[in-house]
């Protein structure tokens, strides 16, 4: 077998194969497919099985035996033409049959998009803004606050509307073009105003409102909403106040400190929310560092990314979306008939994310490569010994359970996490640039 590769002009990441398969290689699978025809057919003066080929060529046609026979041959010769020629192919392949007869050579051509080209930037020094861990007194006092504001108690109010920090005993309906909707209506719901609770807008338009009164809310989903058959809708809520009442903050002393805490004094409460306050900041720094050392090398890395790879990226977006219509019992059929949408443009509004993650994927794995990054055996299996341990599980037991599937899974999130490290290790931090 031969096989030749040629580019495709005007379409990056994309080649054709061009294979040739000479005549006696194709002799074997050609009188398979007589045999095959032979026994599907009915020719009179003849059983089953026992049709001659000639027969066959001159009642049925040689074409439908050719074509029995390219049904077994392309999906065996097409890989092997993949492996000669050594390309790396990321999408189905377009066959063509440019030649096929029982005395010829076969020959075909497979267009396929093709792993691209990845040419990574510097990042080998990743410059980030500083970031201080220090805690302050400031942030200890504001702690402080959020735990007295926790414990205050509720006093009612009578002579005047709701302000900011007020809580509103409320019944509440929502509509969607005249209907109620499903999760939309509560009564004798305690409402904190300010605390962002509902729906962006609600609390604010609130203000002002006095026991007793009624007021109808338009507002509109935030897009990103946590309900994906209400984001971005446009609703009418119908909102009786029935009660308002105040905080009344705790005084701030170690009785208060007993009261909240297993600490006797209120200094010994100030330095155990010092403490912790420092490691969460440390924790959050971490992943901070971790966002803008993937933000860095993918920026600054340059890669003609073939279509076929956002495509497949989309699918599995898509497919998360779905799946959490489903845990909220629905569906993505009725949610797109409910948003007016169609297939086609609603897949769109997944590009930029899938291009974005495609690309980082591919610059993580081209800097793993880069730097020798690989994961041994070993080392695998002090993580499965991890996992079978948090599932609480027997090693052995646990070990009986995973596929090599998930083995390559396993060492592939290895690989990336060692090369996250890396890249972490390579930033240096530089002070914060005057505004």
Do not use: C, W
Request: glycine share 4%; proline share 4%; charged share 35%.
């Amino acid at each position: 077998m031969k096989t030749e590769i040629k580019e495709v002009e005007n379409e990056k990441n994309t080649v054709i194969l061009q294979v040739e398969v000479p005549a006696k290689d194709l002799t074997i699978s050609i009188n398979k497919a007589y045999k095959e025809v032979s026994r599907k057919v009915n020719i009179p003066g003849f059983r089953k099985g026992k049709i001659p080929p000639k027969v066959i060529d001159q009642m049925i046609g040689k074409e439908k035996v050719l074509t029995e026979a390219l049904n077994e041959l392309i999906p065996e010769l097409y890989p092997q033409a993949v492996e000669m020629s050594g390309v790396e192919p990321v999408s189905e392949p377009q066959i063509n049959i440019e030649q096929m007869d029982t005395d010829k050579p076969l020959k075909f051509t497979a267009k396929v998009q093709v792993f691209p080209k990845i040419e990574l930037g510097d990042y080998q020094t990743i410059e980030m803004e500083e970031i201080t861990t220090k805690v302050t007194a400031d942030d200890v006092k504001k702690q402080i606050e959020k735990m007295r504001n926790k414990f205050a108690s509720l006093e009612p109010v009578k002579s005047r509307g709701i302000k900011e920090g007020d809580y509103a005993l409320i019944d509440f309906e929502g509509f969607l073009k005249g209907k109620p909707f499903e999760g939309g209506t509560s009564t004798d719901y305690m409402l904190e105003i300010g605390s962002e609770t509902l729906i962006p807008g609600f609390e604010e338009k609130l203000i002002g409102a006095k026991a007793g009164e009624e007021r109808d809310i338009n507002l509109t989903f935030p897009k990103d909403y946590q309900s994906d058959m209400l984001a971005g809708q446009e609703s009418v809520f119908t909102v009786k106040i029935k009660e308002i009442k105040q905080k009344k903050l705790p005084k701030l002393d170690d009785e208060f400190a007993k009261n909240v805490s297993k600490h006797d004094t209120l200094a010994e409460l100030k330095k155990e929310l010092k403490k912790e306050l420092s490691e969460t900041k440390k924790r959050q720094i971490e992943q901070a560092r971790r966002n803008h050392a993937i933000d860095f090398v993918t920026d600054n890395a340059k890669i003609d990314i073939p279509p076929a790879m956002i495509d497949r990226q989309i699918n599995v977006l898509v497919q998360d979306f779905d799946n959490r219509l489903k845990r909220e019992n629905q569906d993505l059929k009725s949610y797109l008939e409910h948003t007016n949408d169609n297939i086609n443009s609603f897949r769109e509004t997944f590009r930029d994310d899938a291009t974005r993650q495609v690309k980082t994927n591919l610059v993580l794995e081209a800097i793993a490569k880069a730097e020798d990054i690989n994961i041994n055996d070993e080392r695998a299996d002090e993580e499965i010994k991890k996992l079978a341990g948090n599932a609480g599980k027997e090693l052995e037991e646990f070990k009986k359970e995973l596929t090599a599937e998930h083995i390559d899974y396993l060492k592939d999130r290895l690989r990336v996490m060692d090369t996250l490290e890396l890249l972490e290790s390579r930033i240096i931090s530089i002070k914060k640039k005057d505004d």
